[in-house]
């Protein structure tokens, strides 16, 4: 079984840094494009920022240049730098990864639990 856990999120003053950090577990045969997704109290879920296996990155325009995704494959780990934090990144922040089981030949999508990010002053 896989298991996605996030950790890192918490209360911090616009302006302000947070590191989230989401780890993949359990019986993993590979894993391709890791991604964040965030969502604010009633509103849809959204993609923040993706990396592929490669390590080619995309963000979305309300992050560009403040947030910064990255990977370490030896530990199925991603990665995301959240910088100049501003009140309308409050959210909770889902790390999603497609993973290949040992006895698929294809691409699942895993989510993790969410972790809470709030920027108040």
């Known amino acids: 079984q896989v298991q996605l856990v996030e950790s890192g999120g918490g209360l911090v003053q616009p302006g302000g840094s947070l590191r989230l950090s989401c780890a993949a577990s359990?019986?993993?045969?590979?894993?391709?494009?890791m991604y964040w997704y965030r969502q604010a109290p009633g509103k849809q879920r959204d993609v923040v920022a993706a990396?592929?296996?490669?390590?080619?990155?995309n963000y979305a325009d309300s992050v560009k240049g403040r947030f910064t995704i990255s990977r370490d494959n030896a530990k199925n780990t991603v990665i995301l730098q959240l910088n100049s934090l501003k009140p309308e990144d409050t959210a909770v922040y889902y790390c999603?990864?497609?993973?290949?089981?040992?006895?698929?030949?294809?691409?699942?999508?895993?989510w993790g639990q969410g972790t809470q990010v709030t920027v108040s002053s």
């Open positions: 999603n990864a497609r993973i290949r089981v040992p006895s698929n030949t294809y691409y699942t999508d895993y």
């Open positions: 359990g019986s993993i045969f590979s894993i391709g494009s």
């Open positions: 990396i592929t296996s490669g390590g080619t990155t």
